[in-house]
């Protein structure tokens, strides 16, 4: 079980440009979900994903943001038009499908935008 | 609404109990999770309880739910200077006729442990 794994670690953009995160599930989840953390609060879910199917997705993520899962395995976000405002933990977890299957998270890539 | 509520700082001396406690407002949550994030990295799953039990232990852990208050508290036991962490107690309220689409997070308990 090698966990859940995210790239890059940092990213440091300047505002107005584009960024892309991507995150590989544990190999058996089928459910992989984005959530957001900033400084001195806890994560705030984004969206998920249930194989390729984006099932659900939070009023946070904004027309900017973009989240795929192709083929039902790794994930990207992408966030355009960076702002100042974006910058965060971005964390990835999955799970598997049953109800009581806990998310295990990934180590996150923290973006800084100046 | 959704909300999670924990007290934001505890400290304690190495080798004494620490009770971290969390209020949340969803009664449908079927399962309430502790979580622990160590500077710089992601969220480690601590343990988790379904709604309809009282306790659970799991080594040096022990959960506490009181469904009635909507009150959950981690326990650790015997704390050492490694449990110094953010620990974040999440609810997963249903949504949209019964998937688990996310986790609702409160804003995490500073632990320190003093040697």
């Known amino acids: 079980d090698t966990g859940v794994s995210q790239n890059p670690r940092h990213k440091i953009t300047k505002r107005g440009q584009n960024v892309t995160f991507r995150c590989d599930p544990i190999?058996?989840?089928?459910?992989l979900y984005w959530y957001r953390q900033t400084l001195g609060q806890g994560p705030e879910f984004l969206t998920y994903f249930q194989n390729e199917a984006q099932l659900e997705k939070s009023r946070l993520l904004s027309d900017r943001f973009s989240a795929e899962r192709p083929k039902g395995s790794f994930s990207t976000l992408e966030i355009q038009r960076t702002e100042q405002g974006d910058s965060a933990m971005y964390l990835c977890?999955?799970?598997?499908?049953?109800?009581?299957?806990?998310?295990?998270f990934g180590n996150g890539t923290r973006l800084t935008v100046t | 609404g959704e909300d999670v509520e924990q007290s934001l700082f505890l400290s304690v001396r190495e080798g004494d109990s620490s009770v971290i406690n969390c209020t949340y407002t969803?009664?449908?949550?079927?399962?309430l999770y502790w979580y622990k994030q160590e500077p710089g990295a992601g969220l480690q799953l601590l343990t988790y309880?379904?709604?309809?039990?009282d306790m659970k232990q799991d080594q040096r852990l022990t959960v506490l739910l009181n469904k009635k208050d909507k009150h959950l508290s981690l326990r650790i036991a015997d704390t050492q200077t490694g449990d110094s962490a953010i620990y974040f107690c999440a609810e997963s309220p249903r949504v949209y006729g019964g998937s688990q689409g996310n986790l609702i997070f409160g804003k995490g308990t500073k632990l320190s442990v003093k040697p």
């Open positions: 190999s058996e989840h089928n459910r």
């Open positions: 309880i379904f709604s309809n039990m």
């Open positions: 977890a999955s799970s598997l499908t049953r109800d009581n299957s806990p998310l295990h």
């Open positions: 969803d009664s449908s949550s079927t399962y």
